[in-house]
């Protein structure tokens, strides 16, 4: 224990040593405000270099050798200037040690975080995705190091003292530990390893065969809500979230870190999410997905996402989505991002306001083909793959204008109206043979449900509520009818109707303030579009069996895709709960 000790103050010394060239450059605030306290429960403890511990609050700044200390029941997320969080569980004790981050040089940054005891969640940052070895972890006297670059995210916990006990767990990346015992070479992505005293530490095994109890300690890490490991600035992040938290609502800055990407307005039957540190769960309307969740529909589901710049998919039966890259800021809608993978199955898009100030924010790929949108203006499209064995796929345009990059092929351009499949030994230019494509033949005439949302930009978060809201609304309206004699049902109903009324009015003005931020091209003269080429294929379609070339990836009736995006206006009831309705 005590050459552990020693190698850390070491490893701290020499860390020191080789920056002080850099630091003796760089102004003397770099070292300064090197984080903010963004989410905060229960009683936190901060102790400052050289004061006294007092108790922390949101949006709290610290330094360089902080010290945090929850207490029983009590949770702090801690962000910094470079992206970096940090997310403490109850009961857990930890240092911020050397902290330094120049924006635009994130090579030359540091920083050491000393997990006292207790445990925590670690996202890196700039500094851990550019200079892995520059990241310093210790839980306890061991030592943790980020073996590769391009981010990592992991949660540790320690039993310190003599007899040091403790384990990792690895959500994305790949990290080793030197602890007391001997070393743990490599814990790779969704991998346990714990240590004890006075025996050698096993190799790493799968999260999902880790202890019960490890399990569930972990779980409530991994599926706590943590801001994006983006740069931020420290003075004004924190401001921001003690605004929000006065607000009552995220979106009252709108702040797009702060915001998800989207949320789930509609479901027929089920569905389910899976967060980028691979927690699962059953979605609902008013579920919130954030970027790099993937949805699943499962064998007979349909969910339709709307996104905070309008963007609306549709999933089908069997289909699997990935948001694999999301960022929109109302104030400047043209340098928003949107990365979707279409890993199997069927989707539906109407673009939103990313889009329309710039078609080449909006990446979407399907199996291995790649969608590219052609139009400048508002586009409505429909795209199925079915990726077991060879890809077979099929791509049908409502509004606008799309090419195709098959693993065949180029389809140089989809016209509204048209249609293109393609499979194996086909030319991309031509129809596929039926025998391969009826599964996604039938998957794309599947896809419509009763109604969309339009395509205007929402305030995510507060439309979610406002969705969920609704949704319990009508379930309680639903029962107290079904048992009119039945006075509990009855005040429960009248109870849930009240909610969503407020949270309805909540919705519609976060979305007028969303709505003054972002410019909109106008789309007045956009109409819906059935053409006879889509009731052909759809009338086609219809007929079509199950075959073996895939599964069936729906069975529903053919509906020609006749909605085109709408003119971009506020919607009563954030643009979600009124699906297919007037408000």
Do not use: C, M, Y
């Given at each position: 224990m005590t050459i552990m000790r020693n190698l850390r103050t070491a490893a701290t010394a020499i860390g020191a040593c080789c920056l002080f060239f850099v630091l003796t450059v760089s102004s003397t605030t770099a070292l300064a405000q090197a984080g903010y306290v963004h989410a905060i429960s229960g009683v936190v403890s901060v102790q400052r270099s050289g004061a006294e511990a007092a108790q922390a609050k949101l949006g709290d700044k610290f330094d360089s050798n902080t010290t945090f200390r929850s207490g029983a029941s009590s949770k702090v997320t801690l962000k910094?200037?470079?992206?970096?969080v940090v997310a403490l569980d109850a009961d857990t004790a930890l240092r911020v040690g050397r902290y330094e981050y120049v924006p635009g040089s994130a090579r030359v940054g540091e920083s050491t975080t000393e997990l006292i005891k207790g445990e925590m969640r670690f996202v890196a940052g700039l500094i851990g995705a550019a200079k892995p070895e520059a990241v310093r972890v210790f839980a306890g006297d061991s030592i943790?190091?980020?073996?590769?670059?391009?981010?990592?995210?992991?949660?540790?916990m320690v039993n310190p003292g003599a007899q040091e006990s403790g384990y990792a767990v690895v959500a994305l990346g790949e990290i080793g530990v030197r602890t007391p015992s001997g070393p743990i070479t490599t814990i790779a992505a969704d991998q346990y390893a714990p240590w004890r005293a006075g025996r050698t530490p096993p190799l790493p095994i799968?999260?999902?065969?880790?202890?019960?109890?490890?399990q569930a300690a972990v779980a409530?890490?991994?599926?706590?809500?943590?801001?994006?490991?983006t740069p931020v600035s420290v003075a004004s992040a924190s401001q921001t979230v003690v605004r929000t938290a006065a607000a009552g609502s995220p979106i009252a800055t709108g702040n797009a870190e702060l915001e998800p990407a989207a949320y789930v307005v509609e479901i027929v039957n089920a569905a389910s999410v899976r967060t980028s540190s691979g927690a699962s769960a059953v979605a609902r309307v008013g579920t919130t997905i954030d970027a790099g969740t993937t949805v699943n529909t499962g064998l007979n589901g349909r969910l339709v996402l709307k996104f905070a710049d309008g963007q609306?998919?549709?999933?089908?039966?069997a289909s699997a989505l990935s948001v694999d890259h999301y960022q929109f800021d109302p104030g400047n809608p043209g340098a928003g991002r949107s990365a979707l993978d279409l890993v199997d199955g069927a989707m539906r898009v109407v673009t939103g306001s990313i889009h329309l100030e710039n078609k080449d924010g909006v990446s979407i790929t399907a199996g291995a083909s790649i969608v590219e949108i052609l139009n400048a203006g508002p586009a409505d499209f429909t795209v199925v793959v079915a990726t077991r064995n060879q890809e077979v796929g099929i791509a049908r345009v409502s509004v606008g204008e799309i090419s195709v990059s098959t693993p065949y092929g180029p389809i140089d351009r989809i016209k509204s109206d048209q249609s293109n499949l393609w499979g194996p030994r086909t030319p991309s230019t031509t129809s596929a043979q039926l025998a391969t494509s009826r599964a996604v033949a039938q998957a794309a005439v599947a896809l419509?449900?009763?109604?969309?949302?339009?395509n205007a930009p929402v305030a995510v978060t507060p439309a979610a509520r406002a969705a969920a809201a609704l949704a319990e609304a009508k379930q309680a309206q639903a029962a107290a009818t079904a048992d009119p004699e039945n006075a509990q049902l009855r005040t429960s109903a009248k109870a849930a109707a009240e909610l969503a009324q407020l949270a309805s009015r909540e919705a519609l003005a976060?979305?007028?303030a969303i709505a003054a931020k972002v410019i909109v091209t106008t789309l007045d003269n956009l109409q819906p579009t059935a053409g006879s080429?889509?009731?052909?294929i759809a009338t086609m379609l219809q007929d079509l069996p199950p075959t073996a070339a895939g599964p069936a990836l729906a069975q529903a009736p053919v509906s020609p895709l006749s909605v085109a995006p709408i003119v971009p206006t506020v919607t009563p009831g954030a643009g979600g709960g009124c699906t297919g309705s007037k408000c």
């Open positions: 910094f200037a470079d992206g970096q943790i190091s980020v073996h590769k670059s391009g981010g990592a995210d992991f949660s540790v799968p999260l999902d065969a880790a202890p019960a109890t490890v409530g890490l991994l599926t706590a809500l943590l801001p994006a490991s609306v998919v549709t999933l089908g039966p419509q449900l009763p109604g969309l949302p339009d976060a979305n007028e080429a889509a009731k052909n």
